[in-house]
């Protein structure tokens, strides 16, 4: 079915070190993934995004890389600070044309940055 | 407006009450879809407007859950005789035509 989920649920580093989020997808009817960070009380905010035909995008200090033979995408975060303290979601925009650019999220991952 | 905003952001309410939640879109949205976060949880679709019609409501829980969208704007989501179960933080979002999609804040509903 279509799913998307995560190793994790929690992930504590220490300032400055990199973090590495996994997630873990069963549907491969999909054109891209995203991730997402939720701070507390606030709404998903927009990271990353990569399309499928993809296996490598980078931003200012995060990398999403998806592995479509194990259906597997992480997003890391170099020299992670404590602003970078938060719930990451990743979602899947599976093919479906009634829901338009409906998405399908994982669970979600809290990390925390130890000073 | 700058962003999507979502109103109450907070809501009480008695168990077998009705609510109305509201949500805001970026203007020139033409996408708006509604998202259930329960505690500690992702994030569960509800339904998706494309313009003021609805496609796509397979995600709405039960037939107490409905929305609606007028003028191609504004989106309300109304729980009609609210459960304990329906206790969670609501959000809405809203996209260009498949774009990327901007969160609201959420409204956190408590049932009592």
């Known amino acids: 079915g279509e799913s998307v989920g995560l190793h994790l649920p929690t992930l504590s580093v220490q300032e400055g070190d990199n973090s590495i989020i996994n997630c873990a997808y069963s549907?491969?009817?999909?054109?891209?993934f995203i991730w997402y960070k939720q701070e507390s009380g606030k709404g998903p905010q927009f990271i990353i995004d990569?399309?499928?035909?993809?296996d490598k995008r980078q931003g200012q200090r995060v990398t999403v890389l998806l592995n479509k033979t194990v259906k597997h995408l992480s997003l890391q975060i170099a020299a992670t600070q404590p602003g970078d303290s938060a719930v990451y979601f990743c979602?899947?925009?599976?093919?479906?044309?009634?829901?338009?650019?409906?998405?399908?999220f994982g669970g979600g991952t809290r990390l925390m940055v130890k000073p | 407006g700058a962003g999507v905003s979502q109103s109450p952001s907070n809501k009480v309410t008695e168990k077998g009450k009705d609510v109305e939640l509201r949500c805001d879109p970026i203007s020139g949205h033409t996408a708006l879809y509604w998202y259930r976060q329960s505690l500690g949880q992702g994030l569960e679709f509800l339904i998706y407007?494309?313009?003021?019609?609805?496609?796509?409501k397979s995600g709405l829980p039960s037939d107490r859950f409905s929305a609606e969208r007028t003028g191609g704007s504004v989106s309300t989501l109304t729980i009609q005789r609210t459960q304990q179960e329906d206790s969670a933080v609501y959000l809405c979002?809203?996209?260009?035509?498949?774009?990327?999609?901007?969160f609201g804040p959420g409204t956190r509903l408590t049932v009592t």
């Open positions: 549907n491969s009817a999909s054109d891209y």
């Open positions: 979002a809203s996209s260009l035509p498949r774009g990327e999609q901007y």
């Open positions: 979602a899947g925009r599976f093919m479906n044309n009634n829901a338009g650019n409906m998405l399908t």
């Open positions: 407007f494309q313009g003021n019609s609805a496609p796509d």
């Open positions: 990569i399309r499928s035909n993809m």
